[in-house]
């Protein structure tokens, strides 16, 4: 059974900057497709990123403008998404979701099979 488990949600201020990680367990996540998603209050869920992990290619919704970048532990398991220049708007409960042998559109999150609980930023003026 395969769970994921977001960490890395805080409070912090405009212009800062955190670190999410998301870590599976259950099952490796080569050949998977990460996604990043955020829903903040009142509003529909979002597409941030994603990462291919095998190829190792990202991708990045134009509105976020190169603040947010993927790394990755391979012997962790774990996907990290820097955020940078923070702003209030940003604050959300953001999610990682994945998904195994997966070619298409990396955007849409109907497509990902696996979800994880949320971790909540908020970022303050």
């Known amino acids: 059974q395969v769970q994921l488990i977001e960490s890395g949600g805080q409070l912090a201020q405009a212009g800062g900057s955190l670190r999410l990680s998301c870590v599976a367990s259950?099952?490796?996540?080569?050949?998977?497709?990460i996604g990043w998603f955020r829903q903040a209050p009142g509003k529909e869920r979002e597409f941030v990123g994603a990462?291919?992990?095998?190829?190792?290619?990202?991708y990045y919704p134009d509105f976020l403008k190169g603040r947010f970048t993927f790394s990755r532990d391979n012997d962790a398991n774990t996907v990290y998404l820097e955020m940078n220049n923070l702003q209030p708007e940003d604050t959300a409960v953001y999610y990682c979701?994945?998904?195994?042998?997966?070619?298409?559109?990396?955007?849409?999150?109907?497509?990902?099979?696996?979800w994880g609980q949320g971790t909540q930023v908020t970022i303050s003026s």
């Open positions: 259950g099952r490796t996540f080569d050949r998977a497709v």
């Open positions: 990462l291919r992990w095998t190829t190792r290619q990202t």
């Open positions: 979701a994945a998904v195994w042998n997966y070619y298409s559109d990396v955007g849409d999150a109907t497509k990902y099979n696996y």
